[in-house]
């Protein structure tokens, strides 16, 4: 907990200062004012995170967390549960769509166990392992205040540790065989909405087992009666490890003044409950795309921001993420190449 807290204390607010000085050198640019429409803004918003007109975010990584749900047992999902541990490898061996896409974009994937069911061999995934998989939130808690607590501040520890290494721009990753399930039970618990209005079918579960997908959420938050005032007890009670993890994540580098960009519908879900438990982190997140996942844009709507692009991406991993990278280092050599008037 000291962990958390300390960071929490540490997150403050856009540098308005360097924010008017990128704003007056943009408008001086060789270009019609406005022109560059959202580069300019990531560009401002850049500066006010970073306190830096001029910044750079040339060293990137993207943060993927892998963990294991007890809810599965309720046939949420359509894929087997041990995919979690088989494929959490693949991404220190380059073989998935993130890792293509950020090794386009100049990216390291930091790959970390969080909670899978299965040990791992290995070595290249990093072992934070709390515990096998999170417990059945149909049933009670997925898990306790303490391990929802560990989540966060093992995220704010990866986090910490990358931007200590030099990493200047932070994108957020997930695997976890049936986490758009807690994902749309956080979304139905912040929005008070029906799980049915935003329940989707995830990794391609058959639509006519929508309704019982939606009905377990219901279950969930109905036994375990989560405060949508309280992060940190939503995350308990119907979050997972990785969310938690992500979550982490972007507290950490909010409080590091560095830009972290949100994914899809499960990275929205973490940066909902980092947001709930410090407003101020909105301010230090860039959210990438619109997912193709059903309730995605009331996710957006509830996150309150608008996202960069929208090209039918639901895969998750980060592949949003590691795309949006491309349009946030650009918006930083327009300031520092384009000539001025």
């Keep these: 907990m000291q962990l958390l807290n ?49 910044p750079s975010v040339n060293d990137k990584s993207i943060i993927v967390m892998s963990a294991d749900h007890g809810v599965y047992e309720e046939g949420v999902a359509p894929d087997p549960q041990i995919i979690t541990a088989l494929q959490t490898p693949n991404f220190t061996k380059g ?16 790959v970390v166990d969080i909670g899978i069911a299965k040990d791992l061999k290995e070595p290249k ?10 417990s059945n939130m149909a049933k009670g808690p997925a898990m306790t205040r303490e391990e929802a607590i560990k989540s966060l501040e093992i ?10 290494n030099g990493k200047n721009l932070i994108g957020t990753g ?31 579960l058959p639509t006519e087992k929508l309704k019982h997908k939606a009905a377990v959420i219901r279950k969930a ?21 990785e ?56 996710a957006m709507e509830l996150l309150g921001l608008e996202p960069l692009f929208d090209i039918g991406l639901r895969l998750g991993e980060g592949t949003g993420a590691a795309l949006a990278f491309n349009f946030i280092e650009a918006a930083t050599f327009m300031v520092k190449e384009m000539g001025v008037r």
């Design 243 to 298: 969310i938690g993890g992500m979550a982490g994540t972007m507290l950490g580098a909010a409080a590091k003044r560095t830009p972290v960009v949100v994914d899809g519908f499960i990275s929205t879900a973490a940066a909902l409950l980092a947001i709930t438990i410090e407003p101020k982190v909105k301010d230090f997140l860039i959210p990438s795309h619109h997912t193709a996942e059903r309730g995605g844009k009331v």
């Design 155 to 164: 995220g704010i520890d990866m986090v910490n540790n990358q931007i200590k």
């Design 95 to 110: 073989l998935t769509g993130v890792c293509a896409l950020a090794k386009q974009a100049r990216a390291d994937v930091v």
């Design 6 to 54: 300390e960071t929490l204390k540490k997150i403050s607010t856009l540098d308005q200062d360097s924010m008017q000085k990128a704003r007056l050198h943009i408008d001086s640019l060789f270009k019609p004012l406005g022109s560059l429409g959202r580069l300019e803004e990531l560009a401002i918003q850049l500066a006010g995170i970073t306190k830096n007109p001029f």
């Design 174 to 204: 997930e695997m976890g065989i049936a986490n758009t399930t807690p994902s749309t039970a956080i979304f139905s618990v912040i929005g008070n909405l029906d799980p049915e209005e935003i329940v989707g079918v995830g990794a391609g």
């Design 125 to 134: 995934v990093i072992n934070r392992k709390i515990r096998y998989g999170t």
């Design 221 to 241: 938050i109905q036994v375990n009666q989560p405060n949508p005032k309280d992060g940190i007890d939503i995350l308990s009670k119907v979050g997972g490890f």
